[in-house]
């Protein structure tokens, strides 16, 4: 019973480490499904935590935190679609340029403005997405398993966790079932195609964007003000290029990017239990060894099982009409 | 439509004739009227006050050397670009077209040169894709399979509609196009260079699907530069050069050589004239040669030949029978699977990449069938692609420095004596002309020491001008001496070129024929059948009978 315990106890902290690589990966998904490569999604979600953690602070609200979040972040991501899409710019270089533009810009704005070297004020509970009990979880609870999973995996999280999963079924239905996403799918894949037919790749590209400003926003707001209590010097801490490294694992996909974000996350939450832990022969692992691994294994289980992964065709390559 | 689909079926020509009438009340026989109409590109006039009509009803075909304007001037009328000058008028009305949605709602569709699909989607979501008629995409996936079934049996135009379009072959690749204009309700149907990439089997296909669009009242617009296709499909012919329309002809009034002349401007030998070839000793000999591909597929069966100094041997065949890897396994670009190859009396030792290398140090020179793919690099300098895979000669500098000068001085003798066009070495190689980039890779191999000149394709996709000017190369290098082994689809080009002609079919070489033996002689061999042997057997297939009609 204490080992079962053990495992959800895990299981609850991996829900929680992946929630914001799972939105940052969805982000991804949209941006690149539609041809332009987001390698400033980190850049994205490290702006988006410093809004939702400042603007919480000062007005003590979680959900105006929230909404500066997808402000700043869809402001970002504006940047590079007028770079990317207008201007037809080098889609890395100015992926790159965000991610430290916000590297920068967080710590000096929050300096000049909190005086805490770079950090914000630790947020009271209001300040925070807090807890949701879900229904019932406290009776359930009693149930042997499964009424245990129900209160303690399934309830209790806070409302950005509960958005990120349900993005999942709802991205894959928007992709495959919608209109919106046939357009979306063909214009990674071919947009002179879509061109010819009449529909306006510039304006297609711009809606994809915007909706991965508002997934890195709620990313961002989720490490600030749901699952920490204020914003750090580069929080992320690479957590965008884990995201675009399962959306390359997942192959673009919205449910296999799920899985591998869970995997990440469940990587990570043993990470945190192996910390300080003796190993037979081995002893004592260095504490950074241990909070490289999951990182380690990604890049090992990327390298190593992931297949073929055929991007969108037309990724990374600005849109000119022929002539 | 409001007839059910299988009224239309039974009776295309009434069908045909209600539309006639039904779209002659709205005040013309004109499906496409074009008036004055004129575009530039910076400094360039790519059409010059165009005046053109198609009657509804009957295939138009526009005819031109590359670069002639054609593709521009139905771009305009697709909406993709916009005409400085002049006047459009569809069904005797006069629009401005805005872009390719307002073009399709006129009942305009086109199918491009490159294909506008979507790779690793369905044919069915190809088809509906700008289309749908919804936010929700199943109901328009079931209007579309319907729709797909109801075009299938009334033109012929039979694909799957849940396959991959990249598990396609080109040919119905092509259908799909086709599909995805008629789905939009496209009245005019241009079709851009359409056979260029077919299979003659293929475009004979897709000329019975137009024969059967005309039957039931559409009007198709035909770009092409093969004249052949011209006389076999047309009405009539508008013939375009620089920019203009030079002339509007009923096809049945005209012939491919009155055509030819008005394309370029003056009298072009179709005809290479030349003396008869001087054989001397053998030059390349290939012994019991077999291939197989990558994927275990034999495409090269047994064949042996030889083609001697002072000769040209053409191989002639309907595309994909082993040509291209014959050649290809010739020029050491791949390995045989049996059989071996001797050049100048030496054996070809294989050794993978090296091969290449080694075949063109024993005397071989290669002009690869497709230039962008094997070539060239297109994002070359000329001068760049001029010394491609020759840069370690020390002519172009010592051990790894190349001296720069020495190669462009090079390369613009060569743009001289093979006559490129812009003359500037320093050009990017992707903005010549598909004619000028043929001449770059001509004039690469072919301008140095050699005793064998292997050609594949020498004049895909090239203009009548450079065509004739190839052809007169390839007979100087015979002229001088050399040994020509010449791959070619094109039948003509192989019979106007070749001293002897080998037929190959299914990786074998069928047999050999004189370039003066008879259509019904080639077009037996090309189908697989000896003529030789059974002179009596009457195969009439479908590949003689396509070349003959197509005469």
Known sequence: MNFFSDVILMLDSSIRLAVPILLACLAGLYSERSGIVDIGLEGKMLGAAFAAAAIAAVTGSAWLGLLAAIFVSSGMAMIHAIASINMRGNQIISGVALNFLALGATVFVGHSWFKRGGSTPNLGTDARFSPIELPFAEQLGGIPIVGEIYEQLISGHNLIVYVAFLAVPVTAWVLFRTRFGLRLRAVGENPTALDTAGISVTKLRYQALIIGGILCGLAGAYLSTGQGASFSDNMTAGRGFIALAALIFAKWRPVPALWTCLLFGVLSAAQIRLQGVEFPLIGEVPVQAIQALPYILTVVLLAGFIGRSVAPKAVGQPYIKER | ?551
């Open chain 2, 1 to 551: 439509m409001i007839e059910k689909p299988e009224d239309i079926a039974r009776q295309p020509q009434q069908a045909a004739g209600q539309k006639l009438e039904g779209q002659g009340a709205q005040g013309s026989e004109l499906a496409i009227d074009l008036r004055g109409v004129s575009k530039a590109f910076g400094p360039v006039q790519a059409n010059k006050n165009i005046f053109m009509s198609v009657k509804r009803n009957s295939i138009h075909g526009i005819v031109g050397e590359n670069g002639a304007g054609k593709s521009t001037l139905m771009s305009i009328l697709y909406g993709f670009y916009h005409a400085d000058a002049g006047e459009i008028f569809v069904n005797g009305a006069k629009v401005q077209i805005k872009d390719s949605s307002h073009a399709l709602e006129l009942g305009i569709g086109m199918v491009h040169q490159h294909f506008m699909l979507v790779d690793n989607f369905t044919v069915l979501e190809n088809i509906i894709l700008g289309a749908e008629g919804g936010f929700l995409l199943a109901k328009s996936l079931k209007a579309a399979r319907d729709e797909m079934e109801r075009l299938a049996k009334d033109y012929g135009l039979e694909v799957d509609p849940d396959a991959l379009v990249e598990d396609l072959s080109v040919g119905q690749q092509q259908r799909v196009e086709i599909l995805k204009a008629l789905y939009r309700g496209a009245e005019v149907l241009i079709m851009d260079e359409p056979t260029g990439v077919l299979t003659p089997t293929e475009a004979d296909h897709l000329f019975k699907i137009f024969e059967q669009l005309r039957a039931q009242g559409k009007t198709i617009i035909l770009i092409t530069h093969k004249l052949r296709e011209i006389m076999a499909i047309t009405d009539s012919v508008s013939v375009m050069r620089r920019g203009e329309i030079v002339t509007t002809l009923e096809t049945s009034k005209t012939s491919p050589d009155n055509l030819a002349e008005l394309m370029v401007g003056r009298r072009v030998e179709m005809d290479a004239q030349k003396t008869r070839g001087n054989p001397a000793k053998k030059v390349l000999e290939v012994k019991n040669l077999s291939m197989t591909d990558e994927l275990g597929v034999p495409r090269v069966k047994n064949v042996s030949f030889d083609v001697r100094a002072g000769e040209i041997v053409g191989i002639a065949g309907v595309a994909g029978n082993g040509q291209s890897q014959l050649l290809e396994v010739i020029s050491g670009m791949d390995e045989p699977l049996l059989g071996e190859i001797w050049i100048n009396g030496s054996r070809v030792e294989f050794e993978g990449s090296r091969t290449a290398a080694h075949v063109r140090h024993l005397g071989l020179a290669h002009v690869p069938e497709d230039r962008l793919k094997t070539g060239l690099v297109a994002q070359f300098e000329e001068w760049e692609n001029s010394i491609l895979g020759y840069s370690e000669e020390p002519k172009y500098g010592p051990g790894q420095i190349l001296s720069l000068r020495a190669a462009r001085e090079e390369a613009d003798r060569r743009i001289e004596k093979f006559d490129i066009r812009p003359p500037n070495c320093r050009l990017k190689t992707a903005n010549f002309s598909g004619g000028n980039q043929q001449k770059i890779v001509l004039a690469r191999e072919m301008d140095r020491e050699l005793d064998i000149l292997v050609v594949g394709q020498p004049t895909r996709g090239v203009d009548i001008g450079a065509i004739e000017f190839i052809h007169k190369q390839i007979v100087a290098m015979r002229d001088a001496g050399k040994a020509v082994l010449l791959v070619s689809v094109e039948l003509d080009e192989i019979r106007a070129l070749s001293d002897r002609v080998l037929v190959m079919f299914d990786g074998k070489i069928v047999t050999e024929l004189s370039p003066d033996a008879s259509e019904r002689e080639f077009g037996l061999s090309m189908a697989g059948v000896d003529p030789h042997e059974d002179a009596d057997t009457d195969t009439s297939g479908a590949n003689p009978d396509l070349k003959e009609g197509a005469q």
